[in-house]
């Protein structure tokens, strides 16, 4: 216990001092400034003056030692999470037919609290808008278990989708439409390497809708979508191609000098990448056939050709397949 408490104000010094960062004493000018928990008051380490007291403790007041017994005495709940459908703020019944103190519940109060628990369901979802938020939710989980999306893209795809939802555009777009053109939108925002046509096959939706739905949430919401870079894609696709972080450098430079000389302008970006890893593999002698490096990219083997003849030309490479 004394280990818990030795920790426990070395911790609330270093929090003390980056609280007060940049105060002065007025008697001696020190910048060394502390916060007295117990006292409630702000004291200069140096000379001792008292700068101020009686201030509030914004803490709890009981004292936890271990990470388990701070967490069961914690009386507040979870941050707001967007992507559930009522932020998960609502209070759900359990369905353990037990007690307080762990005992069974009887016939006639089991039935009663059946009865609660219904009406709480039905209260959590009361509108058209919190059913469409619970089945557009549903299928951005599967598409993001799918594609193997963080938590934080989670939620801000949830985020851009109620955005969408209050613009009135899905009445003109499917659910399944609206979420996997917002979650394409983060990705491109975030720079994570997801191509259109990588969520139009997870999503079961064809290119063409989902593009359409994407332009739609972009003029409605007024998202700002970077251009995507062939870059960003060179860490999976190297990855999924089992090359080495050598090859994955040299395509970087390669693309860096094409983008000096204008090649990348107008180019699909995967098809670029592709391409500068077919040429990094050769100078690093880790050869990828183009059949590969194109499965890997989802592009077509006379695009990765195409690419490659146009860096070899423009740059000046020596690399014969």
């Not at 209260?123 to 193997?148: C, K, V």
């Not at 919401?221 to 040299?250: C, M, Q």
Request: hydrophobic fraction near 35%.
């Amino acid at each position: 216990m004394s280990e818990a408490l030795e920790t426990k104000g070395k911790n609330q010094m270093n929090y003390s001092k980056s609280l007060f960062k940049g105060v002065h004493c007025i008697e001696c000018g020190s910048t060394d400034i502390i916060w007295d928990e117990t006292r409630g008051e702000i004291i200069c380490n140096n000379c001792g003056l008292v700068i101020k007291e009686h201030m509030m403790d914004m803490g709890p007041e009981w004292r936890s030692y271990t990470a388990e017994e701070r967490k069961k005495r914690s009386r507040v709940g979870s941050p707001i999470n967007y992507s559930i459908h009522d932020k998960g703020l609502s209070t759900m019944i359990g369905r353990e037919n037990r007690d307080t103190y762990g005992k069974k519940l009887g016939p006639s109060r089991r039935a009663e609290i059946y009865r609660l628990r219904k009406w709480q369901r039905r209260i959590r979802i009361h509108s058209s808008r919190e059913r469409n938020l619970i089945r557009a939710l549903s299928e951005l989980d599967r598409l993001a278990s799918q594609m193997g999306i963080p938590r934080s893209i989670k939620e801000e795809v949830a985020m851009i989708y109620r955005k969408a939802l209050e613009s009135g555009i899905s009445r003109s777009t499917s659910i399944e439409e609206l979420v996997a053109a917002a979650l394409y939108a983060v990705c491109r925002i975030r720079k994570i390497p997801r191509t259109l046509d990588e969520v139009a096959e997870k999503s079961h939706i064809r290119k063409i809708k989902l593009g359409k739905a994407f332009r739609q949430l972009v003029r409605k919401v007024n998202v700002t979508i970077p251009i995507s870079s062939p870059i960003d894609f060179i860490p999976r696709f190297s990855n999924e191609l089992e090359l080495s972080g050598k090859v994955a450098n040299r395509a970087k430079e390669i693309l860096d000098e094409a983008k000096e000389e204008g090649i990348t302008a107008g180019k699909d970006p995967t098809g670029m990448a592709a391409a500068a890893l077919y040429v990094a593999g050769i100078i690093e002698n880790e050869r990828r056939t183009q059949r590969e490096i194109a499965r890997v990219a989802r592009v077509t083997e006379v695009t990765v050709r195409n690419r490659y003849k146009e860096i070899v030309r423009e740059l000046g490479i020596s690399a014969t397949p």
